[in-house]
């Protein structure tokens, strides 16, 4: 992929010309993530509500009943995978505090 981003980090450049495989697309998704990291303004550490995205980005966003996996890294923190049908696996590091969050919220729910 060929991009460039401009001096102040709010306009990226693409050239995506060819044909992708389902593999080399989820690389792409990645590569453009990695980009979306560095670029202003930065994604907002508040959670939005329903709709505020836009409806192309809820699309992209929501889904119900993902594949979830939770493991123990060797520095003791949670690591959590989710499942997204168009992104992937993504795997999160929790700090202890937001691994204690999940936890209480979690053992407050009557499932």
Same mark, same amino acid.
């Given at each position: 992929m060929e991009n460039e981003l401009n001096s102040d980090g709010t306009l990226l450049t693409l050239n995506l @010309?060819? @044909?992708?495989?389902? +593999?080399? +697309?989820e690389y792409l998704i990645a590569e453009l993530a990695e980009v979306r990291a560095h670029m202003n303004p930065e994604v907002p550490m508040a959670v939005p509500e329903p709709g505020q995205l836009g409806s192309i980005l809820d699309k992209l966003t929501y889904e119900e009943y993902p594949e979830v996996s939770f493991a123990a890294s060797r520095d003791g923190h949670v690591m959590l995978w989710l499942r997204n049908a168009g992104l992937g696996w993504l795997l999160f590091k929790l700090s202890h505090a937001n691994a204690a969050k999940a936890r209480a919220f979690l053992s407050n729910l009557e499932l």
């Amino acid at each position: 992929m060929e991009n460039e981003l401009n001096s102040d980090g709010t306009l990226l450049t693409l050239n995506l @010309r060819g @044909r992708y495989s389902a +593999l080399e +697309l989820e690389y792409l998704i990645a590569e453009l993530a990695e980009v979306r990291a560095h670029m202003n303004p930065e994604v907002p550490m508040a959670v939005p509500e329903p709709g505020q995205l836009g409806s192309i980005l809820d699309k992209l966003t929501y889904e119900e009943y993902p594949e979830v996996s939770f493991a123990a890294s060797r520095d003791g923190h949670v690591m959590l995978w989710l499942r997204n049908a168009g992104l992937g696996w993504l795997l999160f590091k929790l700090s202890h505090a937001n691994a204690a969050k999940a936890r209480a919220f979690l053992s407050n729910l009557e499932l």
